[in-house]
């Protein structure tokens, strides 16, 4: 074992010494998790550690971690093989069968839906992000040594199976785990909140006028402009009578990288005419600089 993969794992058995010392704090990212979501993973990839948090009714609580490999490059990627990490929010799609796959890729795999919303907002390229397990005939991999995957050693991802969701999953990828006081968080969930229920109550409402005020002069989805996607959403207004609008599974979490940047996940039921439509979406939403809170991107699933 080299000394890289050494370093790593000592810094790997403090952890929970240090999570001792962290008792008056909480992860930083995570404001609201739903009962529908039991556990979350929080990648902190200057450490190579994954860490399990999970909703018990005392808080959000540090369960487990286990050493992780990342992209041989680094973090923040940009552009498809460039072998790094992507920064941000992800969540798991499926389980795939490594059966029929290079033995690189160990038990298991689960592919990330990487590029998310936000990382086409940002023009980010490439595809094939997965937390997938390592060759059983080789030996640890050093802490960067991947394309751009996170890896785990197969017993330690065989651990996690029972927990990993499909389309449920958050899996927060970030440059290092942060903290904060759960007061600070509260203040801004309830901000969220009540933002979020403004866009609900708008939309119920066919408000057209709250409803594209909340979101970002500089909006941009599926290559459309604020200009362009008012206009959109004016003719969806106009198509249909919206009787009510529930929003259920609320997911809220802070975007690691991105300073002031928050994700709002939930299952939207949207009954118009008498039929009910539930789809998931997210909102990405960010505080601009008149203290209201404003939509810069959004994403389905």
């Known amino acids: 074992m080299n000394g890289i993969v050494l370093a790593a794992r000592f ?5 929970p010494v240090l999570c001792v010392a962290q008792e008056a704090v909480v992860p930083a990212y995570v404001l609201e998790i739903p009962e529908s979501v039991s556990d979350v993973l929080i990648a902190d990839t200057n450490s190579a550690t994954l860490h399990r948090f999970g909703r018990t009714a005392s808080g959000i609580v540090d ?21 790094k990490t992507p920064l941000g929010v992800y969540f798991i799609t499926e389980q795939l069968d490594t059966s029929n796959l290079d033995a690189k890729y160990g038990v298991a795999a689960y592919p990330l839906d990487y590029p998310n919303a936000w990382d086409e907002r940002k023009q980010r390229t490439g595809d094939g992000i997965w937390l997938h397990g390592v060759d059983e ?15 785990l050693p197969n017993d330690e991802l065989l651990s996690l199976a029972d927990t990993l969701e499909p389309l449920v999953t958050p ?25 979020l229920d403004v866009w609900r109550q708008s939309l119920e409402e066919s408000d057209l ?93």
Not at 11 to 15: K, R
Not at 173 to 194: G, Q, T
Not at 209 to 220: A, G, V
Request: proline share 3%; glycine share 6%; charged share 30%.
């Open 137 to 151: 005939n080789g030996s640890t991999r050093p802490p960067k040594d991947t394309d751009g995957c996170l890896a």
């Open 63 to 83: 369960i487990d971690q286990r050493y992780m490999s990342i992209g041989l490059n680094g973090v923040g990627k940009q552009r498809a093989w460039d072998r």
């Open 11 to 15: 810094a790997f058995f403090l952890l």
């Open 209 to 301: 006028h709250t409803y594209l005020s909340l979101y970002s002069d500089d909006f941009r989805h599926r290559g459309m402009d604020k200009a362009t996607w008012s206009s959109y959403r004016q003719g969806a207004f106009d198509a249909r009578d919206i009787e009510s609008v529930k929003l259920d599974d609320v997911l809220l979490i802070a975007d690691p990288e991105e300073p002031g940047l928050y994700l709002s996940r939930f299952t939207q039921e949207f009954v118009s005419d008498g039929a009910a439509v539930r789809t998931i979406k997210r909102l990405y939403w960010r505080r601009q600089e008149d203290k209201i809170w404003h939509i810069v991107a959004e994403g389905a699933g």
């Open 171 to 195: 899996v927060i990828v970030a440059r290092e785990l942060a903290w904060s006081a759960p007061d600070d968080l509260k203040r801004l969930r309830l901000e969220l909140r009540i933002a």
